[in-house]
């Protein structure tokens, strides 16, 4: 299995709802990656989980909330969020933790806060 | 931190004619660039990668160099065909984080 699953591809939400993304691999990478992407926009790191533990947090509001279960596994958990929000969330793996950091994606989720 | 730059933004070819996308660094740290390609609605995938300790790779018509002294990259398509045409980002990475450019969108006419 060389893919990066995540659900639900498509996500509305109100301001006031809690909900949670989703993300699986079983490719055995040690790291994995919560990105966010505006359209016409690069991907912007949120999260890095290494060896299942939290290594970068780019200053991410706590209106997001990461967890990472076990190797397989990464959920992003999210509460209260604003409109401006709204974008593609999107996982990653990556076997390397440094170094040759080779991204495998996932299609995303795409959110849509109202 | 890390600043990654682009250039063009947009890139209109014809069938057949060759795209040179550029990028510079800032971070003489960054040790590895990869290239990833997005095409519309999909995910971003890896086409091309190369390391700091490399000058030039190539992987059939995708061709990626390096100049390290001067912190700029550079990715080369020949041969360009309809199926190349989507956003093209490059990125510079140390220490497990990637910095990504803001991206090219390549038209290729047929």
Redesign the interface.
């Known amino acids: 299995d060389t893919e990066v699953t995540q659900t639900p591809k498509h996500l509305v939400m109100g301001m006031t709802n809690k909900k949670s993304l989703k993300c699986e691999q079983h490719m055995g990478h040690r ?1 994995m990656y919560w990105y966010k992407q505006k359209a ?6 949120m999260f ?1 989980y ?1 060896y299942e533990k939290l ?2 947090n780019e200053s991410v509001p706590s209106r997001f909330s990461p967890e990472c279960p076990n190797s397989s596994l990464l959920n992003l958990h999210l509460h209260a969020l604003q409109p401006e929000d709204s974008a593609l969330y ?1 996982c990653a793996s990556s076997q ?13 989720t795409q959110l849509s806060v109202l | 931190g890390e600043n990654v730059e682009q250039h063009p933004s947009t890139l209109s070819v014809q069938e057949g004619d060759s795209a040179v996308i550029k990028c510079t660094y800032s971070d003489s740290a960054s ?2 660039f ?1 290239w ?1 390609k997005q095409e519309l609605g ?5 086409i091309i ?1 190369i ?1 700091s300790n490399v000058g030039e790779k190539k992987d059939q018509r995708i061709a990626v160099t390096l100049n390290k002294t001067a912190k700029h990259f550079s990715l080369h398509i020949t041969e360009t065909q309809p199926e190349d045409s989507a ?1 093209y ?1 490059c990125a510079a ?11 090219t969108t390549l038209t290729v006419k047929p």
């Open positions: 790291a016409k926009k690069p991907p912007e790191l890095v290494s290594s970068i999107l390397e933790l440094s170094g040759l950091v080779k991204l495998f994606f996932g299609s995303g | 040790n590895y990869p990833y999909k995910r971003p995938q890896l990668d390391r956003v980002f990475t140390y220490a497990g984080k990637s910095t990504f450019g803001d991206g």
